[in-house]
DNA sequence: ACCTGAACACCGTTCAAGT
DNA sequence: ACCTGAACACCGTTCAAGT
């Protein structure tokens, strides 16, 4: 089959993909990726219908990378698995990684990347009616906070905003200045985002133990979010509530 | 003082906001503003120093929209204020909205939208050295979903994985097979939203009342995250714990 | 102080033409 | 089938000049 013509392609979105990196995503123009691969710009025209197909592409590229968990380990270690594998991306991208938020997510990587996530939230016990949208509200967070940090979204931190903080006074900026010298640490990353993983797995696992609070008086079942270790003693497909 | 010059900015600043609501954010160059504001390109540049500076004040005008509650509400009452009223902002300039996403936040208008957020979560209880991430956290939410909204990042919503999901096969897409049916039904993103504010607040609460699990034996106080119903009755300053 | 004209070094894409 | 050349209608920005 076009087997030359898929070499050709993904030779092409290599190219796209170290500009990006080299020189920054605005560098990435149809002439300068024609060079790099030793066409003229119009012979790219041939692979994709358009800069944003070829972008989806580079898209496509970048999410290939991103892990995809069997069901071998519990859905806990699932979960972290693909965002903690995510945000490594991200890392290792800088400079590509914001696409993903621009661009749709219909492409057939990203409904790849999506499985296992349903897989998980499903063996967590997560009402079928709520996968999806947990998924969107882990994703998010996960993206949000991988393409902040890389882009620098997150600014350094808190730092920089002390200058600003003294200039305002505290009749503009009242919790700022009830905070005070706590917003001059500087930030540790990757703690506090193993902090808010933490604390969704907190909430996947009350969504999947049917939400009760601690004053809901149920089965007692031992909680889930309690001492989950490895191996695979997540729940399979026998114990997935139906759809309603 | 300069306040002709200021008159001029915004009024730069409002065709721009005019200019990517009605033609999309590529539509914005310098040389359509200038013609919006009937000027030539080159004048622009005695206002803004390029043409990212001149994106900085769009995105400054855009969270300007954003609402501000002051401490009169419940600390509940305020982060649902801020959320709702920056998703709302969202609807309202959906074609700039995304700019947010993409611009580092440390422009003067985002610090004055995150105080009231700092000031929420420090009434909450949540301690000190937790609260910008908690509040990283939060608006990583907030923005990430309004941007996949507006931008159509989450596609529309499940529908369309159903061509893929059927082409693909229970082997590559389990989860989707597992899920079935109810991938194929219309998203309600109101409620969606919802129940993701509804999740963080429960998250905040726990976050704020020292984050017992439902197995630490600690003092007996009223759950947080239960039966939170409208009003006025969320604590106040006087009850948040010092920064530690 | 505020603005303009001309110019530079770029863009994505179309279209007719080559082999 | 795959590629090229020339052209169109754009970009952001610099620089010297005008009033």
């Not at 219908?49 to 991103?66: H, I, M, N, T, Y």
């Not at 968990?69 to 290792?92: I, K, N």
């Not at 993903?100 to 996530?117: K, M, Q």
């Not at 998924?135 to 890389?150: N, Q």
């Amino acid at each position: 089959m076009g087997n030359v013509r898929q070499e050709r392609r993904s030779e092409i979105v290599e190219v796209a993909l170290r500009l990006s990196e080299e020189h920054g995503l605005p560098a990435v123009s149809m002439r300068a990726i024609a060079t790099g691969v030793g066409l003229t710009p119009m012979a790219l025209y041939g692979y994709f219908r358009s800069k944003d197909d070829l972008l989806d592409g580079l898209v496509g590229r970048v999410l290939a990378e991103v892990p995809r968990p069997g069901p071998a380990l519990g859905w806990r270690e699932r979960l972290l698995v693909c965002a903690r594998g995510a945000r490594e991306v991200a890392h290792r991208y800088p400079r590509t990684f914001p696409l993903l938020l621009t661009r749709p997510v219909v492409l057939p990587e990203a409904v790849r990347v999506v499985d296992p996530l349903y897989g998980a939230l499903l063996d967590a016990g997560v009402p079928g009616e709520q996968v999806a949208g947990l998924e969107r509200m882990f994703s998010t967070f996960v993206l949000g906070f991988a393409v902040s940090e890389v882009s620098g979204r997150f600014g350094e931190g808190n730092l920089g905003t002390r200058q600003r903080r003294e200039r305002a006074g505290p009749r503009e900026l009242p919790a700022h200045h009830r905070l005070g010298e706590v917003l001059d640490l500087p930030v540790d990353w990757d703690a506090e985002f193993e902090k808010g993983l933490e604390r969704l797995l907190e909430t996947v696992g009350r969504a999947g133990s049917g939400e009760r609070g601690p004053f809901t008086d149920g089965p007692d079942e031992p909680a889930v979010g309690e001492g989950e270790r490895g191996g695979t003693r997540g729940r399979t497909d026998s114990d997935a509530s139906p759809p309603a």
